[in-house]
């Protein structure tokens, strides 16, 4: 029913055309969640991850982990913790992975994880101290689909933990990958980013598929040029 369509990327906006009538207004803004990211990771003053019940060592590499995905609940998240405990034996890297509170995410990580040397099992976070997260992270786990969005905004290298996924545009500038739940995929991947200075330098530059932190501005002008032009 809406008169005015505003899509994150070209992409979205090309699907949008395909499905409604051309007389819809339909324009390509970017993603308000990236104005939202920008503007607090601007804002970050150092001390977000103070209150984390671990404290990062910042000798070792962080790997970022979040994983919640319905497709992945049994054994997709059986094999995600068999990959999390063979990166984490490294010696190099630390691991947080703030974990669902899903029971049929929670309960498998806690028994497959805990206790694991150089993996910490947190409650959920809040956005800030998420973003302060990825930008202190070296390179993100994910099969959350904002992340797929923020983490590339903030340069950082995404291996995405689906067979598929909704955010084409971030695999299309190679910062993220699909690298699904097979172990030895995951850690081939994870290894790859951490011992190829080459191939992470690669991976890890800012890119904005998703729009430049403009698109709530974007949006005011295009309705103020919309009710304008139709008053």
């Known amino acids: 029913m809406a008169e ?23 324009e390509v803004t970017g993603n308000t969640g990236i104005d939202a990211l920008l503007h607090v990771a601007e804002g970050l003053q150092g001390d977000e991850l103070d209150s984390l019940p671990v404290a990062l060592d910042p000798a070792r590499k962080l790997v970022l982990v979040t994983g919640h995905r319905r497709e992945s609940f049994g054994d997709g998240f059986a094999r995600i913790c068999d990959a999390l405990a ?23 990580v806690e028994a497959r994880l805990g206790g694991t040397s150089a993996v910490h099992l947190i409650p959920p976070v809040d956005y800030v101290q998420m ?13 959350s689909g904002g992340i797929q969005e923020e983490a590339p905004a903030l340069g950082k290298p995404v291996l995405v933990m689906r067979e598929v996924t909704e955010r084409p545009e971030a695999v299309e500038t190679g910062v993220a990958s699909l690298v699904g739940t097979d172990v030895a995929t995951i850690v081939e991947a994870v290894a790859r980013l951490l011992s190829d200075e080459d191939h992470y330098a690669s991976r890890a530059r800012a890119v ?5 932190g403009t698109a709530a501005q974007k949006i005011a002008a295009s309705v103020a040029a919309f009710v304008k032009e139709h008053a």
């Open 4 to 26: 005015l369509l505003w899509a994150p990327t070209e992409g979205a906006a090309q699907n949008l055309r395909s499905e409604r009538p051309t007389d819809r207004h339909i």
């Open 131 to 143: 973003v302060a997260l990825m930008k202190r992270a070296h390179l993100v786990l994910t099969d």
């Open 86 to 108: 063979a990166i984490a034996a490294r010696g190099d890297v630390e691991i947080v992975y703030p974990v669902h509170l899903n029971p049929q995410v929670k309960d498998v």
């Open 208 to 212: 904005s598929p998703y729009g430049d």
